[in-house]
């Protein structure tokens, strides 16, 4: 081939007189090219004419036709250091100028924004949808929340230069190729032949139309669902955690379900995004029954890895609980739930000396039994209810229709175990059994609840601890 060729080539794909092009590019995918880059950079801006303008990223590598137009006198070379582009034509000067005075490198008044603004087209020259960095403008418009900080220079119009902090730049890895299907979909992208190159267009607005609504629908619309990809399970996390930050209750887990091992429950923990434990059991073994030594080395660990302990839960009715609240005291740990029991009392009144505050959970009793019994503490400031809502399936009770109405625990509730159960005891996935745990959830963030919700806690989850966090987010977004 050589630049007429291409050229003409070009044209008959749509690139024609005055259109704007931003190109991602693999030379050594077109093959020979008498002329070589040169030819093929004077080939595109043949293409589209004196009015028209072509525009390419030149934050990295990313290969020799960049280099080309960054080199020629003519660029216009964008004054952010990063996601920095170079472009050549009629309308450069828009293009780059003050890119990098916002609050984002890819959002709003970017190069990349606009593109679409000037109805300009994307090109993806023997590359793939992974080299679409226009794909991270539509991230940050979403300000999507796995999105860092990133700091650089930044040239005013004036020639001086100042460091700057930018919000919302991309991360380690998308899968930007698994959503060329959405643009096939809707017809918003073309594939072409050039020498041996696939050549893929694209609409700019189309690109920010699809994939901004895609990401509306679905946060993780870029990730990757690959359980081996570090990167895109810790992005994943941070949706997760943004998604919790917005609602007024706290998330916790029980440690039987994030893991056996410290190591793999703090791994497990951050994967879901969460950052608090409910330490009940460790290594198949009751926390409870652990030495005060070993209790506060696991709390220190876990405090080094940033979980916090939301409480040291006793799953057997104690002979006396004095003891246990000492070893919590002892390990950090100001928060202990334990069964509403006859030893109630003598927990409550040695709650205080030791610094604990005190969660009583039905296990087993009828609810208007269980609020009997509470009833002697619900006025201490320093005790609350922890409803579990499969001890009452156990009792043979609908836990939202029967329990929860009856005992009237709308009151005195501070934690909300969310497991799940049949009447035949089989544990089952959020909503998928007889615990009404759908019912009870909604209504309490009708109540704008500022307690924990607890993942697994007083029971066993028939999955895994991402399994039981992806139940409750999917309840949450039905509501």
Known sequence: MNRKDIANALRDMGLDNGATVMLHSSMLSLGNVDGGPEAVIDAFLDAVGPQGTLMVPVFGALGILTEIVKKRPEAVISPCSKGTVAAIGAKAKILCAGHGAGKTVHGDSSPYTRL?????????????????????????????????????????????????????????????IGLERFLRAENAITVHRLGNAQVRLIKAKDLFAIGLRLGRQNPAFALCDNPACEACVKQRAAINRDRCQHEAFHLTASARLAGKYLPEIIDNLKAAGLDAVEL?????????????????????????????????????????????????????????????????????????????????????????????????????????????????????????????????????????????????????RLARGNAEIKELISILRCHHFTGWFSLGGGARFPGSLKDAADDLLKLIDAM
Not at 141 to 149: A, K, V
Not at 410 to 420: F, P, R, S
């Open 116 to 176: 679409a603004e000037l109805n300009g087209v994307i090109c993806l020259l023997g590359v793939d949808q992974d080299r679409n960095t226009t794909l991270h403008a539509v991230e940050a418009l979403l300000e999507l929340p796995y999105l860092s900080d990133t700091t650089g220079t930044y040239t005013m119009p004036n020639g001086a230069t100042q460091e700057k902090t930018w919000q919302y730049y991309p991360g380690p890895h998308r899968d930007f």
């Open 280 to 428: 009940d059991y460790l290594q198949g073994k009751a926390c409870a029954g652990m030495s005060a030594e070993k209790l506060a080395g696991a709390v220190q660990e876990l405090t080094a890895a940033g979980i916090a302990v939301s409480a040291l839960r006793i799953p057997h009715i104690p002979e006396a609980a004095e003891p246990l609240l000492k070893l919590a005291a002892a390990a950090g740990i100001t928060r202990v739930i334990m069964p509403l029991c006859p030893t109630s009392a003598d927990a409550v009144a040695a709650a205080p000396q030791n610094g604990i505050r005190l969660a009583f959970a039905d296990h087993g009793q009828p609810g208007q039994l269980a609020a009997r019994d509470f009833a002697a503490f619900s006025t201490n400031p320093t005790c609350g209810f922890c409803f579990s809502a499969t001890a009452f399936v156990k009792a043979g009770e609908m836990p939202f229709l029967q329990s929860y109405r009856l005992g009237r625990f709308v009151k005195t509730i501070e934690q909300l175990d969310l497991a799940d159960m049949t009447w035949t005891e089989e544990p089952a």
